[in-house]
C-alpha cells in the first residue's frame, strides 16, 4: 500500500512538472474590454518579473474554437525564457454562433455581418502597453486558422502596430489580395501544410468550401516578398520529427526584412507542433525585430 501512495505521488508530481512545462511558470488572468458598444473577453500571460518594455505577442484563435486562450500553442514556456507577454483576445459571436474574426468570409458577407475587429485590436494593444508598461514598438501577431486570416489583414491594415506577423494556417482572401494594398513592408512568417484541406495550399479562388475565394498560400507569401523588396531565398531542411519542414526563407528586404514560409510536407489543418516546435520558431522570426 505504503508502495502504491509513493507511486501516486510520484506521478502527480510528474503530472505537475509536465504541466508547468506546457503552461508555463507565470500568470494567466481574464479580462473585458469594450469596442463599439461589443465587449470583447481577452486572457493575458505574464512570465514572472516580466521587466518594463518587454513585447507583446497577440495570439488569435481560430474560427468555431472552443480552447480559448490557446494553451496547445506552446508559447508559455517560450514568454518564460525569453520575457515577454502574450495575449488571447477572444472573438464575440458571428451569426451563426461562432467565435470568430471579422476577415469577410463569404458567408458573413452575403449575410450583412461585419464587426470592426481591426479597430478593436488596435485600441487593446494600447491598452495593454499603458497598462502593463509593455513594448511601445515590439508587438507582434500570431494565430491560426480564422486567427491567421486575422494576421494577414492586420499586416494590411495596422503595419504601424505590428513589428511583424505570423499566419499559421492562415489565408488571404481574394478581396484582401484584390482590394487591399500594404500600406508599409512588414515581415511576415506562414507556417502551413501542403495537405491542409480546409486552407487548402494551393488556393480555392472559386468558393467551393464557401468562406470566400482566396489565394494560393505560395502567392500570398511571394506578395509579402516583393512587398518587402527581398531579393533572394535560402532553403533549410529542419530536423524531421514527424513531417518534413521546410524553410523558405526571403531575405535582403528592405531595413533587413525577411519573409518565411515554413512548408509543412504533408501536413494537415493545424499548429504542426507535432512536426516542430511552432512556437518557438515564431518567436525566432519575431526576435529579429525586437528593437
Not at 34 to 53: F, R, W
Not at 177 to 191: C, D, G, N, Q, S
Request: charged content about 20%; some cysteine; aromatic content about 12%.
Amino acid at each position: 500500500m505504503r508502495k502504491l501512495a509513493l507511486l501516486i505521488v510520484a506521478l502527480f508530481a510528474l503530472s505537475a512538472i509536465a504541466t508547468a512545462k506546457n503552461t508555463g511558470t507565470g500568470t494567466l488572468t481574464e479580462h473585458t474590454f469594450k469596442h463599439k458598444g461589443i465587449e470583447y473577453t481577452y486572457y493575458l500571460y505574464k512570465p514572472q518579473n516580466l521587466p518594463e518594455g518587454a513585447p507583446l505577442i497577440m495570439a488569435f484563435h481560430g474560427y468555431g474554437s472552443k480552447q480559448i486562450p490557446s494553451i496547445g500553442y506552446g508559447f508559455h514556456p517560450v514568454a518564460d525564457k525569453e520575457g515577454f507577454a502574450v495575449c488571447y483576445p477572444k472573438g464575440p459571436k458571428d451569426n451563426k454562433g461562432k467565435h470568430c474574426w471579422a476577415v469577410g468570409y463569404a458567408f458573413h458577407l452575403d449575410a450583412g455581418w461585419e464587426r470592426d475587429d481591426v479597430g478593436f485590436t488596435i485600441r487593446l494593444v494600447k491598452h495593454l502597453q499603458k497598462e502593463h508598461k509593455l513594448s511601445k514598438h515590439n508587438v507582434f501577431a500570431t494565430g491560426h486558422s480564422n486567427g491567421g486570416e486575422m494576421s494577414y489583414l492586420l499586416a494590411y491594415k495596422a503595419p504601424h502596430i505590428f513589428a511583424a506577423v505570423a499566419p499559421v494556417s492562415g489565408l488571404t482572401m481574394e478581396w484582401m489580395y484584390r482590394t487591399l494594398k500594404a500600406k508599409r513592408p512588414i515581415p511576415l512568417m506562414e507556417v502551413h501544410g501542403t495537405l491542409d484541406k480546409t486552407s487548402k495550399w494551393n488556393g480555392n479562388l472559386e468558393n467551393i468550401d464557401k468562406w470566400g475565394g482566396y489565394i494560393a498560400v505560395p502567392r500570398a507569401v511571394g506578395y509579402w516578398a516583393a512587398v518587402n523588396n527581398c531579393t533572394h531565398e535560402h532553403t533549410e531542411m529542419l530536423p524531421l520529427v514527424k513531417n518534413q519542414v521546410i524553410a523558405h526563407r526571403y531575405v535582403g528586404g528592405v531595413n533587413g526584412n525577411e519573409v518565411w514560409l515554413y512548408e509543412v510536407v504533408n501536413g494537415k489543418h493545424n499548429w504542426a507542433g507535432d512536426s516542430m516546435n511552432t512556437a518557438a520558431e515564431i518567436w525566432k522570426f519575431f526576435s529579429k525585430y525586437v528593437k
